[in-house]
């Protein structure tokens, strides 16, 4: 079968963000685009002759063409072996899980996460490496310059696959292996936690309502919530993956998951409430009328990590992004463990776990997991909540709170103003930076300012330096204010505002975090020009 050396030229602009690349569907779409990305990835990666690959992503528009060409691309370059999931599906961790259990060379996973889907709106694809994690700052870099050199591109004329079905097919020496996009990670979950005692829970009158907002993860909580955990039919709501994710914005938080937040808040509320992003790698989880923090979940989860079946001979260490508030770190200090404060971006993650410095991670952008695979995932941190809650036979508000009185509350918020004028959003930033030297030792917001900098992260293990990582006003009290630019949207930009204050005392533990937080919240606008800058008078999203 004839293989087709195609002539093109570069495009600007093709460098990977912290999760890949990620454009408009219709830039993607451009003739040779998408071509010249991933030939640029199989230029950039190493020796990969004879050795397998793994491909999907989370069902949006554009997935299956992508795939299709991606197939052709694999076959020209040497690859020996590529696994795909049925239609197309493979959620995040998931994929994740492929690549470590076969020993894949790596991965292409096509998703832009919890950004809107359609012909209209978002698409992207990014490299995973062996090890099952999201490619390093090396290896990206290494791709981005070659996208602005490339020449040509290697691809195998051939009819499209048929992805829904199960089977193998054989594309000019290489395997083409469609598989259960499921089977696998269930099996995993499975192995991790006890599943007879979330069974028996779940059979006691506890009602739970998860909301797959029409992405990835519904048939991965179909088969495991519904048919492995026995949870009553219609449990799982959004559940059938569509390829504009049913016109909503896929983003699991109090915002975006508002028909799960209406339920959760309403009458006759269940106990558990959560929900999963595009891919499946991030999740919101509810108590009854109570909202539980990432941070506070990442927390939680490493405190109570004895009582679930793949942690109890104890864990590693634990890290958080530095945008994550430090309830974490009070956890691991108590239990003698180590703890990391990382840039953002899961990437930074994987070269702990290898090392095996750390069991447990998370970011404050609804992201948790663990070691058993290199990214987030969504659906184990709701497995191992319900693992929590059999275990403790308490409501999830009663274990929030006796985490409080136990460790002290972190109040924390994150304001997000999306999609504003790019110049203002590296204005609002600088405005902070320009005032380095005389912030420390004011008072603002009642409290004094200890430090600022622009936070910085010296990997321990392989030495490797990231600098200009988010802007931080650190008070003497151990209360924080960051400043970031998000790095997963498409068009504009989105200034991120963090507040944290550290509160000991049980009695002032149970204020609402916007109110906790209102005289933060004042002071950062008063020290950057958020409001006047981006033109807005309040945020896009508070989470």
């Given at each position: 079968m004839k293989i087709h050396t195609i002539a093109t030229e570069p495009f600007e602009g093709q460098r990977p963000g912290t999760s890949g690349l990620r454009k408009k569907v219709r830039v993607f779409q451009q003739p040779h685009y998408l071509e010249n990305f991933v030939q640029s990835v199989f230029d950039s990666i190493g020796d990969f002759q004879g050795e397998t690959l793994v491909v999907g992503g989370d069902g949006r528009?554009?997935?299956?063409?992508?795939?299709?060409?991606?197939?052709?691309?694999?076959?020209?370059?040497?690859?020996?072996?590529?696994?795909?999931?049925?239609?197309?599906?493979?959620s995040t961790p998931a994929a994740?899980?492929?690549?470590?259990?076969y020993n894949a060379y790596g991965g292409l996973i096509l998703s832009a996460s919890h950004n809107p889907a359609g012909p209209d709106e978002d698409f992207g694809i990014k490299y995973n490496m062996g090890n099952g994690g999201p490619a390093p700052e090396g290896v990206t870099e290494a791709v981005f310059e070659q996208t602005e050199k490339i020449e040509w591109y290697q691809i195998v004329e051939h009819?499209?696959?048929?992805?829904?079905?199960?089977?193998?097919?054989?594309?000019?020496?290489?395997?083409?292996?469609?598989?259960?996009?499921?089977?696998?990670?269930?099996?995993?979950?499975?192995?991790?936690?006890?599943?007879?005692?979330?069974?028996?829970?779940?059979?006691?009158?506890?009602?739970?309502?998860?909301?797959?907002?029409?992405?990835?993860?519904?048939?991965?909580?179909?088969?495991?919530?519904?048919?492995?955990?026995?949870?009553?039919?219609?449990?799982?709501?959004?559940?059938?993956?569509?390829?504009?994710?049913?016109?909503?914005?896929?983003?699991?938080?109090?915002?975006?998951?508002?028909e799960l937040v209406d339920i959760l808040y309403g009458e006759d509320a269940p106990d558990f409430g959560a929900a999963s992003d595009g891919d499946g790698d991030r999740n919101m989880v509810l108590g009854n009328h109570f909202f539980?923090?990432?941070?506070?979940?990442?927390?939680?989860?490493?405190?109570?990590a004895h009582l679930v079946p793949g942690y109890k001979g104890g864990?590693?260490?634990?890290?958080?992004?530095?945008?994550?508030s430090?309830?974490?770190?009070?956890?691991?200090?108590?239990?003698?463990?180590?703890?990391?404060?990382?840039?953002?971006?899961?990437?930074?993650?994987?070269?702990?776990?290898?090392?095996?410095k750390v069991t447990l991670c998370g970011e404050e952008?609804?992201?948790?997991?663990?070691?058993?695979?290199?990214?987030?995932?969504?659906?184990?941190?709701v497995l191992f909540w319900l693992n929590v809650l059999a275990a403790r036979q308490e409501s999830v508000e009663a274990i929030v709170v006796d985490h409080w009185q136990r460790f002290g509350r972190n109040y924390y918020s994150r304001h997000d103003y999306e999609g504003v004028d790019s110049a203002a959003a590296e204005k609002v930033l600088q405005n902070v930076r320009d005032q380095f030297a005389s912030l420390p030792g004011q008072t603002l917001a009642g409290r004094i300012v200890g430090s600022c900098d622009?936070?910085?992260?010296?990997?321990?293990?392989?030495?490797?330096?990231?600098?200009?990582?988010?802007?931080?006003?650190?008070?003497?009290?151990?209360?924080?204010?960051?400043?970031?630019?998000?790095?997963?949207?498409?068009?504009?930009?989105?200034?991120?505002?963090?507040?944290?204050?550290?509160?000991?005392?049980?009695?002032?533990?149970?204020?609402?975090?916007?109110?906790?937080?209102?005289?933060?919240?004042?002071?950062?606008d008063e020290i950057s020009g958020l409001k006047q800058l981006t033109g807005r008078d309040k945020p896009t999203v508070i989470t």
């Open positions: 528009y554009y997935n299956l063409q992508a795939i299709q060409t991606i197939l052709k691309m694999a076959a020209a370059n040497g690859f020996s072996r590529v696994l795909v999931g049925q239609n197309g599906i493979l994740s899980n492929i690549i470590r259990k009819n499209d696959f048929d992805l829904s079905q199960i089977g193998s097919y054989e594309l000019a020496g290489m395997q083409i292996e469609v598989i259960d996009s499921v089977a696998d990670y269930a099996e995993l979950m499975q192995s991790l936690f006890d599943f007879d005692a979330i069974r028996a829970l779940l059979a006691d009158d506890f009602a739970i309502s998860f909301d797959a907002m029409h992405a990835v993860t519904g048939p991965y909580a179909m088969a495991i919530i519904e048919g492995m955990l026995g949870a009553q039919a219609g449990t799982v709501i959004n559940g059938i993956p569509k390829e504009d994710f049913g016109g909503g914005h896929p983003d699991p938080n109090l915002t975006y998951a508002h539980v923090t990432p941070s506070d979940s990442l927390a939680i989860i490493a405190a109570n864990i590693n260490g634990v890290a958080r992004s530095m945008p994550t430090g309830a974490a770190d009070r956890v691991a200090e108590a239990l003698g463990l180590n703890c990391y404060e990382t840039p953002t971006g899961w990437k930074f993650f994987g070269n702990l776990m290898d090392a095996g952008s609804f992201g948790t997991g663990s070691d058993h695979v290199r990214e987030k995932d969504g659906l184990w941190a622009d936070f910085a992260y010296t990997d321990p293990v392989d030495g490797s330096v990231s600098e200009n990582q988010g802007v931080r006003v650190l008070f003497e009290d151990g209360s924080r204010l960051i400043f970031r630019l998000s790095g997963t949207g498409t068009s504009g930009a989105t200034v991120r505002l963090y507040l944290e204050s550290y509160e000991a005392d049980a009695e002032k533990q149970g204020l609402d975090a916007q109110d906790a937080l209102a005289d933060m919240i004042a002071a950062a």
